[in-house]
């Protein structure tokens, strides 16, 4: 019988966690250069686009209760936390929850009850640990570097307090995460386009998100049917949606380019609640 390589997984759960091994290096090593190019309060896209989209569809009173999962270095954590908003903000990365933690210690000017933990959102089990119940929970940007969600959906959903609210923030399945390219003619600076050659299956991907980036991230791309599968499957239901698209500003990582593309949504937002 042929033996694998020495480095091939031998079983589907070896095979994910050594894409987890990859997922979580990518962020790890990556979190300082990540905390300074995010800031206190995310880059363009986070404060421009899906902060404002969470904040709205999350429809926050003061004092609700908040499990944030996948927070990075904590931008809208506090920003919630500024609105009377206490907010238990978890993420994967050890780094960035200290680049989180260092910054809320230095916001003087008010109290804000927004604290951290290291939680693996792959990890039911880490998830129900944090507690509860909470009013709402938000994941914005993480489930793409997700190999799994339903452990997430199904951990959100033992958290949330009945009527409870989930909003996930994701790159667009149809187009960010999808086998696309920009479409661009010889003559043009900027894209007028996508060409999208793939979707309807699940792939891991690569992606370099700004031009200093060391590595690209590793992305898994699941098309729209499955995402929301995993989430109907936990028995959270659909109740809200938007897509969003990018700031039309110039950004300072123009190479990104989706700024050109004002027709196209590179994100969509979800709203699911708990019945
Ligand atoms: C693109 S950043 C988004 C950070 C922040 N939510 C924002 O919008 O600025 C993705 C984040 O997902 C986190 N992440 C990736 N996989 C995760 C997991 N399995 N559990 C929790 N966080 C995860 C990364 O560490 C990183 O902070």
């Given amino acids: ?66 499990l944030e999962l996948a927070c990075g270095n904590g931008g809208f954590a506090r920003r919630l936390g500024r609105q009377g908003i206490q907010v238990l903000a978890t993420d994967l990365s050890p780094a960035l929850i200290a680049h989180a933690e260092r910054r809320t210690e230095t916001i003087s000017d008010q109290a804000v009850d927004v604290s951290y933990q290291v939680v693996d959102a792959t990890a039911e089990r880490q998830i129900v640990n944090c507690g ?47 086998g696309y390219r920009f479409a661009k003619s010889e003559e043009e600076d900027e894209p007028h386009g996508l060409t999208i050659t793939r979707y309807l299956s699940r792939y891991v991907t690569h992606g370099v998100t700004n031009s200093q980036q060391k590595e690209p991230q590793i992305y898994f791309h699941r098309p729209l049917n499955e995402l929301l599968a995993d989430a109907f499957a936990s028995g959270l239901v659909l109740d809200g949606m938007e897509e969003l698209a990018a700031p039309e500003q110039p950004m300072a990582e123009s190479r990104l380019m989706w700024n050109v593309l004002p027709e196209i949504p590179m994100a969509i937002a979800l709203r699911f609640r708990r019945p």
């Fill in 1 to 66: 019988m042929t033996q694998p390589p020495p480095d091939m997984p031998s079983s589907p759960e070896e095979y994910l966690a050594e894409l987890q091994r990859q997922v979580f290096d990518g962020w790890e090593q990556g979190a300082d250069f990540f905390d300074e190019r995010w800031g206190d309060q995310g880059d363009e896209f986070h404060h421009g686009v899906f902060a404002p989209a969470a904040e709205r569809m999350l429809g926050l009173e003061h004092g609700a209760r908040v």
């Fill in 132 to 178: 509860g119940p909470f009013d709402a929970a938000v994941c914005i940007m993480g489930a793409m570097s997700m190999p799994a969600l339903r452990p997430m959906f199904g951990g959100v959903w033992r958290v949330l307090k009945p009527r409870g609210i989930f909003v996930l923030i994701t790159l667009h399945p149809s187009f960010a995460t999808s």
